[in-house]
T-cell receptor, first 114, second 110 residues
Framework: KAGVTQTPRYLIKTRGQQVTLSCSPISGHRSVSWYQQTPGQGLQFLFEYFSETQRNKGNFPGRFSGRQFSNSRSEMNVSTLELGDSALYLC?????????????FGPGTRLTVL | DAKTTQPPSMDCAEGRAANLPCNHSTISGNEYVYWYRQIHSQGPQYIIHGLKNNETNEMASLIITEDRKSSTLILPHATLRDTAVYYC???????????FGKGTKLTVNP
């Protein structure tokens, strides 16, 4: 079974631009969560989607948004990029999304904002 | 904020057991203890989880104290490839949200 895939793996943008990152969960998984990892703040939860609905949201500004499609694939978007948005963005999928299934993480997208 | 406390770093000799401690004194009755690890710049990898009984799988063993206020992850025969940051996480009931602390950087030495 293929693991969680994320595209692109690396991305360079400039301040003020917007970016869209994609995540394909493991086949059959319906829950997708997104995390941001920076050296200063560590791994922080962004949001979680289950059956195309956002179920949980972390403490990030409205510039960070996401969505999930009917095939469970998910995208996250960051608008008006800031230098501080440079980070590794990770997505994770789980089967039932019932909080006791393990989450499987993808390799991440490394975003650099210049 | 993370509900767990871990030592920032530990060393272990290759072939020996690595015992990684975690304190979670405010854990609630329906919260599980999860362990993940992250090898440099890769996505975190699930290791094991438990509620109150000790658990074992092909990767590790998890020992949870009777009062559930602390736990220990045991890698029975550490290899160089086990060098990683290990995160102990208390999983909030009804939520997929994982709250990561700073973890323990385990270095396995030859």
């Amino acid at each position: 079974k293929a693991g969680v895939t994320q595209t692109p793996r690396y991305l360079i943008k400039t301040r003020g631009q917007q970016v869209t990152l994609s995540c394909s969960p493991i086949s059959g998984h319906r829950s997708v969560s997104w995390y941001q990892q920076t050296p200063g703040q560590g791994l922080q939860f962004l949001f979680e989607y289950f059956s195309e609905t956002q179920r949980n949201k972390g403490n990030f500004p409205g510039r960070f948004s996401g969505r999930q499609f009917s095939n469970s694939r998910s995208e996250m978007n960051v608008s008006t990029l800031e230098l501080g948005d440079s980070a590794l963005y990770l997505c994770a999928s789980s089967f039932e999304g019932n909080s006791y299934n393990e989450q499987f993480f993808g390799p991440g997208t490394r975003l650099t904002v210049l | 904020d993370a509900k767990t406390t871990q030592p920032p770093s530990m060393d272990c000799a290759e072939g020996r057991a690595a015992n990684l401690p975690c304190n979670h004194s405010t854990i609630s009755g329906n919260e599980y203890v999860y362990w993940y690890r992250q090898i440099h710049s890769q996505g975190p990898q699930y290791i094991i989880h438990g509620l109150k009984n000790n658990e074992t799988n092909e990767m590790a063993s998890l020992i949870i104290t009777e009062d559930r206020k602390s736990s220990t992850l045991i890698l029975p025969h550490a290899t160089l490839r086990d060098t990683a940051v290990y995160y102990c996480i208390v999983r909030q009931g009804g939520s997929e949200k994982l709250v990561f602390g700073k973890g323990t950087k385990l270095t396995v030495n030859p």
